[in-house]
Nanobody
Framework: QVELVESGGGLVQAGGSLRLSCAAS????????MGWYRQAPGNQRELVAA???????NYTHSVKGRFTISRDNAKNTVYLQMNSLEPEDTAVYYC??????????????WGKGTQVTVAS
């Protein structure tokens, strides 16, 4: 069974920074795309940023220039560096990974989420 564990959330003042981490553990062959999603109260879960196994990235428009996604394939870990945080960034942030369990089996796995609160 594959597990994703997020860390790094918390409370920060507007304009501040946080770095989220998400580590995958368990038995699997490899991980392709990894991403960060967020869900604010009353809103749908939305993609924040994603990164492929080769390092290609994409971001939702509202975080471009402020957030940076990266990964360490040797550690099966994805990061989200969040700078110039705004109150509108307040949400639960979820890690997501497309995992190749074996040549015949793939899974999309989610972490349990980490709360990010930005105070104005």
């Amino acid at each position: 069974q594959v597990e994703l564990v997020e860390s790094g959330g918390g409370l920060v003042q507007a304009g501040g920074s946080l770095r989220l981490s998400c580590a995958a553990s368990g038995r699997f062959f490899s991980i392709t795309t990894m991403g960060w999603y967020r869900q604010a109260p009353g809103n749908q879960r939305e993609l924040v940023a994603a990164i492929t196994g080769g390092g290609s990235t994409n971001y939702t428009h509202s975080v471009k220039g402020r957030f940076t996604i990266s990964r360490d394939n040797a550690k099966n870990t994805v990061y989200l560096q969040m700078n110039s945080l705004e109150p509108e960034d307040t949400a639960v942030y979820y890690c997501n990974a497309n995992i190749i369990i074996s040549l015949l089996r793939r899974e999309v796995t989610w972490g349990k989420g980490t709360q990010v609160t930005v105070a104005s």
